[in-house]
């Protein structure tokens, strides 16, 4: 009866219980005069039966605590390990911590994320074009050609979707305002941006962008003068600073400011 698992014994007990529902309400509509000697005994044999039950119910059923078993090292002729199971369990906890490792694996946040992240919620941004949009570095070079780069595309669109935006540059005539407008519209920047073509400003002297950047009052101003970085200083909480000299030409001893690229972990 030892074996007997909870279950058995549930469903002993129901049956036990059944049986001595029916006995009994046979015995009970019989008078005492009408009860034989079958009857007697198997009425008395099912209390000895209830009673063993309720008593092997009793007795704890909690979980023992096994014995560590001892296990002999069976010799073999193929020289293999006695330690495989310790094996076999270590490479199941390398696997395990392996799951755990990828289910809690920091999610790696979406350049919007890092772009709203960097600007600390700015929503007024404005930007110089030279040196830190397009590819020239000078007005004279604008009278030629102008060119976005693509490097920084991505950022400057995640930057057009929640902050307003303002491009500014000083030209030298007509010819390189539209080449500049010209650069702008194919990279996409009027369309899949939030940009309109009324937030790209342009002015004949340097200082100029001061005053741009002044009567806008932005949260963030970028760009690649220092001069001018310097000068705004006093009236912007947030600058960035993008220096026009390329990395390969800069000196390992002198300081170089981030592209915009780099200053919100895009390379």
Known sequence: ??????????????????????????????????????????LVGLALAILFTWNLLRTPSGPQRRQPERQTPIPSSSGLSTYSNANFTSAEDSRVHNVIDELFQPI?????????QKLIDGRKVTCRLLGVILEETSPEELQKQATVRSSVLEVLL????????????????????????L??????????GGLVKDKVLFCSIENGRTSFVRQLEPD?????????VSQLARFIKYQLHISPIKPERVAANVFSSPSLEQFFGCV
């Open 1 to 42: 009866m030892a074996d007997y698992s909870k279950e058995d014994l549930v469903q002993l007990v129901k049956r036990i219980a059944d049986y001595l529902t029916f006995k009994l309400s046979s015995l009970f509509s019989l008078s005492l005069d009408s009860l034989d000697s079958q009857s007697i005994v198997a």
């Open 108 to 116: 790696k946040p979406t350049l919007g994320q890092v772009v709203r």
């Open 158 to 181: 995640e930057i057009t979707k929640f902050c307003d935006l303002y491009l500014m540059e000083r030209v030298l005539d007509d010819e390189s305002e539209r080449n500049v407008l």
């Open 183 to 192: 650069a702008l519209e194919d990279a996409g920047v009027f369309t899949s």
């Open 220 to 228: 963030w101003h970028i760009d690649s003068s220092f001069e001018i």
